[in-house]
Structures are given as structure tokens and as C-alpha cells.
């Protein structure tokens, strides 16, 4: 009853923890404007795909059911006081902290490995995968749909063909994750 989301509080809960355990000068506005910027990263992750078109590398995403329409991205407002300002880039630290630890624990859950004893669903052609990056921006999430796949001896998927926005490449099967609701 409410797996899913129980484990996304629980991930949010340890990662808010670890970062907010280091942080040593947390007032309540700092604290406010952080879980304002932990809200945009966490509703912004895609879970599946926004339409049946093949081509289209646009995810569904928490805002998309929250706002009821897609969300937009402001540029960051640089204060122009100095108080405000160190404040600013205090939190914009914070944010980048907690969206490092989460992609360290949040993508490692949607790709959990079973014993291979076990069989999964492979990667099919047409499905909408998480390309795992090192060093993102905070708030990227790389998309690609896979185009081919290739097959090793065994007969399971290894590696696949993929195109994102910009250009297409080859990459293992480790290296993609699955949406949190993919096809299957």
C-alpha cells in the first residue's frame, strides 16, 4: 500500500538528513527556500513517458500532475544585497548537495538488479530511459529512446542503440536506467 511513494519519502528523508546534518547555519527562511528547491528537484524527475509518440523525449513528471500543464524554469535571481546574497548561494550549496545525494540513492533504486536467477524485463525498443551521467546540472535529467537493441549470446539485451534531443550512441545496458513507471 503506497510502496512507491513511502520509498520516495524514506530516499528524500535520508538525503534531507545527511545534508541538513552538515548544515550549520539554518534559519527558517533558508530552511523554507531549501525544501522549495528539494520540491523542484524531486517533482521534476520523469516517470514515464508523456505520449505514445516514438519520437517523443518528453517525460511525464510530478509537476505535469500537480501544475496540469508543463513547468517552467526561471533563471536564478541573484540578490543584490550582500547579506542576501551569501544567504542565496548558502541554500543554492545546500540544493546542490541534496541533488547529488539523491541521485546517488534515488537512480540505484530504479535500477535494482534482481539475483540472476531471476528474469527481467530487458530494454525494448521505443522505451524512454535515464542516461547515467556523472557531474549533471542540477534539475537535468538526460532522456533517450532506445532505437536498437543488440542481444549478446545469451539471447538477453547488453547494450543498445540510443537517441537523445542532440545525437544518437551506442551504450551498455548498466549505463541506462528505466523510468520509475516504464512500459511493462
Request: proline content about 7%.
Amino acid at each position: 500500500m503506497g510502496g512507491v511513494w513511502e520509498r520516495m519519502v524514506g530516499i528524500i528523508k535520508r538525503v534531507l538528513k545527511g545534508v541538513m546534518g552538515k548544515a550549520t547555519r539554518v534559519t527558517d527562511e533558508i530552511l523554507t527556500t531549501l525544501l522549495c528547491e528539494v520540491e523542484a528537484i524531486v517533482n521534476s524527475r520523469p516517470l514515464t513517458k508523456l505520449s505514445d509518440d516514438p519520437s517523443d523525449l518528453m517525460p511525464l513528471t510530478p509537476n505535469h500532475l500537480l501544475l496540469m500543464r508543463e513547468p517552467c524554469t526561471l533563471p536564478p535571481c541573484v540578490p543584490s544585497s550582500n547579506a542576501y546574497r551569501n544567504r542565496w548561494r548558502y541554500v543554492q550549496h545546500l540544493a546542490q548537495e541534496f541533488w547529488s545525494r539523491f541521485m546517488r540513492e534515488y537512480l540505484p533504486e530504479l535500477n535494482r538488479r534482481s539475483s540472476w536467477t531471476e528474469r527481467k524485463r530487458d530494454v525494448a525498443i521505443g522505451d524512454l530511459v535515464l542516461v547515467k551521467q556523472a557531474g549533471l546540472p542540477r534539475g537535468l535529467w538526460p532522456l533517450a529512446l532506445v532505437r536498437e537493441v543488440l542481444k549478446g549470446r545469451d539471447g538477453a539485451v547488453r547494450s543498445v542503440k540510443v537517441q537523445t534531443r542532440v545525437s544518437s550512441f551506442l551504450r551498455p545496458i548498466v549505463s541506462l536506467i528505466p523510468l520509475e513507471f516504464g512500459s511493462g
